[in-house]
């Protein structure tokens, strides 16, 4: 083949520009810091980085949901534990008034203090977090509870022209819900209704908590000892035992969003590694491939300069 | 007989040979760097003999043949073809490149962060369905979803436009050249007919075959003189002749309107210079589909859509429009803008069904019962027009307060559980094909064959990102081609210092041993005339 001072030239500024492609290739990825920069890099790869993101994205947003849930749940707790002191208190002080001996200025003290309970009650079942009634079923803004004319009464019923209603009622409509991972829907339990019934009660009178109360200081206004001592007493155990009762499904929930949020917290982590290893670059290996990429590109600069330079021009005269 | 008189005359010719190669070498050096030239040598050969009785045939000197160009036409038409290819993916990757910009992934501020935003905002809604904030998130975080896809699909149409310029530019470029090259056929013509051969115009009708092969391919046919005529590559058209037939110039459709009585009326950039506009019927609209090989018994708008930038041939002289048509286009400038509007009308398509089936998915779980049928006043969050994309925006009527948390207006203030459906459709695969229906409560149901509604979205990008790289690989390995074919022409008719260099040299020696002969011619003359005899 017939080499001329153009073949030389030509060919010596294409392969210098395959060398500085290369450079620029390394260098864009050294100073971004990612392995692509456009879908046209590696179109699969993009992909993939694009539903990463949006999957990282979307479990940043569950684990807001569940840091959330966890302080409803934390915040109920508390709420139920102030409950039940409260009527474990009210369940002593009829034992006190079951007491035949008593007087009738102590049993109307204790008629006092347990009217005094009941408002502690409904204050406690008030409590609200971020703004909202935690027991107030989906009517998070009304007070769900009321003394009324000393009776602890629940406001919320999901149909108040039908209180009755409220045995049939569909249990899923009157809590809240979150989700806490892709397709998985968490129920929190806030129907103040559930603590206002203790279904296992026998007597119709005391089935509700409010009615109950009425009837304790109602008993204890009347000195009624009999009725404190019998149906009264057992009847306000199966009201704690109630609350307890929805206070354990309540940790159930907490236990359940502090394995989501163990679990939502791993996947992220997970998820982000996964990312940074297809993202990425390796910097101590690009950069190690741009040092020898810009030493070929020196190399190829100075080999230029010396074969391009002589012809036979040099030599003659 | 010899005698000294001829003597001197073969000498002189030795002299004038051999200037007339030392100019020539001169000529070769002067242009060492011009594009397109080829080398050209002077070719001699031994002048006619004398016959010398009883001796034998004696020369009478050297005679200058031609002077010749050295090419290999045959990679010189390779070059042509595969420049021509080069430059088709070379213009198709330029234009994708501008529509990889518009899409901006992968990136924290392209339109997949915007929707994800948006699904985000109903998550919190669904949390905090009492909160008027909450709602107005809502409302702004949709609105921002719908400006970016409008703001692209703007864009879009802007990139598209300026396609469509960039190909009627090509098509007067093209037309531009073939006038040239038919002023160089005349010239070459006027010397060709005195039976020399104009080297130089020869190249420079080659350097310009060249440059017409980047804008588009053609087929082109040489006639003794040296002249080009140029056809379409399937023959069928004339755009330039030798023989005064009736030639065409290239024009574009730059826009296509269906206009009331069932017609089009067709905005054509003749010869890329000016516009002009025709109307054409349902019939003339499908032979333009056949060229392009569809069969279209039914026209819909989005074929009549993609015939904009079409490079159609008009009639280049003569009263009225004549137009031809052809499709055998098929590599170059224009082809490459050709495909990369394809590729942008791909986008554009995908992205109205991207933006409609966002747009319906949301607006139906917000408008219906848990039966799935509508109800009167839940309104649509979002409303569009015959181009999703481009039309997208939230409905008038909706104020924060209109957007539906629960399950109805008279929900508890509690009830998040719509504001969850609409935040969870992020994972429903939808079909666009199908109908929408609720699953359970008011989930969608994931249909068959179906994708996420990020996902519908991804898939434009990464549409996109394929073309694009299909592209870039081709034009790699066609540069690395034309390199190697651009070496082989270098080799043959580019021109070597050195060489040319050593020839001159060796002219010049010739030169100087044919001024000794005269000399020593001169002094024999002298001798003879001067010192014999008187």
Aim: glycine share 6%.
């Amino acid at each position: 083949m017939r080499i001329t001072n153009k073949v030389l030239s030509d060919t010596f500024l294409r392969n210098l520009s395959t060398n500085l492609n290369q450079m620029y290739k390394y260098q864009q990825q050294l100073s971004s810091g990612k392995l692509v920069s456009r879908p046209s890099d590696d179109p699969l790869l993009v992909a993939k980085i694009m539903s990463m993101d949006n999957n990282i994205a979307l479990n940043e947003q569950y684990n807001t949901n569940i840091r959330d849930s966890l302080g409803w749940v934390k915040t109920q707790d508390t709420a139920l534990a102030d409950a039940t002191s409260t009527l474990q208190r009210i369940k002593d002080l009829i034992i006190y008034g079951a007491n035949g001996s008593l007087s009738e200025l102590d049993r109307s003290a204790i008629s006092e203090e347990v009217k005094q309970k009941l408002d502690q009650l409904a204050d406690i079942l008030n409590t609200s977090f971020d703004g909202r009634y935690i027991f107030a079923g989906q009517k998070t803004h009304s007070r769900p509870f009321k003394v009324e004319d000393g009776e602890l009464v629940y406001n919320n019923y999901l149909n108040p022209d039908d209180p009755d209603a409220e045995i049939n009622y569909d249990e899923n409509s009157n809590n809240v819900f979150r989700e806490i991972s892709q397709g998985v829907e968490i129920k929190l339990i806030t129907d103040g209704n559930k603590l206002m019934r203790a279904e296992d009660v026998e007597n119709e009178d005391n089935k509700n908590l409010g009615d109950l109360l009425s009837n304790v200081i109602d008993a204890l206004d009347k000195g009624d000892t009999e009725k404190l001592s019998g149906e009264l007493l057992a009847d306000i155990q199966k009201h704690i035992d109630n609350v307890v009762r929805v206070r354990t499904q309540i940790g159930a929930i907490y236990n359940r969003l502090e394995a989501a949020e163990e679990r939502n917290i791993q996947e992220n982590l997970h998820l982000k590694e996964l990312l940074s290893q297809r993202e990425d670059i390796d910097i101590a290996e690009r950069f190690m491939e741009y040092t020898v990429m810009s030493n070929v590109y020196v190399a190829s600069l100075n080999i230029g300069a010396k074969i391009l330079q002589p012809s036979l021009l040099d030599y003659l005269r | 007989m010899t005698g000294l008189f001829n003597t001197l005359n073969t000498a002189n010719k030795g002299l004038m040979a051999q200037q007339t190669s030392l100019h020539t070498a001169g000529h070769n050096i002067a242009n060492a760097n011009t594009r397109g030239y080829s080398r050209q040598r002077v070719e001699l050969k031994a002048d006619m003999a004398y016959k010398l009785g009883g001796v034998g045939q004696l020369g009478t000197g050297v005679k200058m043949d031609s002077i010749n160009r050295i090419v290999d036409e045959y990679v010189v038409k390779q070059i042509r073809n595969e420049t021509s290819k080069l430059e088709t993916y070379t213009a198709k990757s330029q234009v994708i490149d501008q529509l990889e910009v518009i899409f901006n992934e992968p990136s924290d501020t392209g339109l997949n962060f915007y929707l994800g935003e948006m699904f985000d905002s109903w998550q919190e809604l669904s949390k905090n369905p009492e909160s008027l904030t909450s709602k107005t998130i809502v409302v702004e975080k949709s609105r921002a979803l719908a400006e970016t896809i409008n703001h692209m699909a703007k864009q879009i149409n802007s990139l598209k436009d300026e396609t469509v310029t960039q190909l009627e530019k090509n098509a007067l470029d093209f037309n531009s050249i073939v006038e040239k090259l038919a002023a160089l056929n005349d010239q070459i013509y006027n010397i060709a007919s005195s039976s020399q051969v104009p080297n130089d115009l020869l190249d420079q009708r080659d350097l310009m075959l060249h440059d017409l092969a980047t804008i588009a391919n053609f087929r082109a046919t040489f006639d003794a003189f040296g002249r080009v005529s140029i056809k379409t590559a399937d023959g069928q058209i004339d755009l330039l002749a030798t023989g005064g037939q009736e030639v065409y110039e290239l024009s574009v459709i730059t826009e296509i309107e269906a206009n009331e009585n069932g017609g089009y009326s067709i905005n054509i950039s003749r010869g890329g210079r000016e516009s002009q506009v025709i109307t054409m019927d349902e019939n003339g609209i499908r032979q333009l589909l056949e060229i392009e090989g569809q069969e279209a018994i039914d026209i819909t708008p989005d074929m009549v859509n993609r015939l904009v930038g079409k490079v159609i041939f008009t009639n280049k002289e003569g009263e009225g429009l004549d137009i031809r048509l052809s499709d055998s286009i098929s590599s170059g400038k224009i082809q490459g803008n050709t495909e990369g509007l394809d590729v942008i009308e791909d986008s554009i398509k995908e992205l109205n069904d991207f933006a409609k089936m966002m747009a319906d998915a949301i607006n139906y779980v917000h408008t219906r019962d848990t039966a799935g049928k509508p109800v009167d006043n839940y309104i649509n969050i979002f409303t569009y027009g015959d181009d999703p994309a481009s039309s997208l925006a939230i409905n008038q009527d909706l104020e924060a307060s209109k957007i539906l948390a629960g399950k109805d207006y008279d929900s508890p203030e509690g009830d998040g559980s719509r504001a969850l459906a609409i935040a969870r459709l992020r994972n429903v695969k939808l079909n666009p094909q199908d109908e929408l229906e609720f699953g359970q409560g008011l989930l969608l149901k994931d249909m068959t064959g179906g994708v996420t509604i990020e996902g519908a979205y991804a898939n434009i990008v990464i549409d996109i990102g394929i073309s694009k790289e299909h592209a870039d690989n081709i034009i790699a390995n066609q540069k690395v081609l034309v390199g190697q074919l651009e070496l082989r022409r270098e080799s043959t008719s580019g021109v070597s210092i050195d060489e040319e260099i050593t020839n001159i040299i060796k002219y010049q020696k010739a030169y100087e041993a044919n001024a000794r002969v005269i000399a020593t011619l001169a002094e024999m003359l002298d001798v003879l005339i001067n010192r014999t005899g008187v």
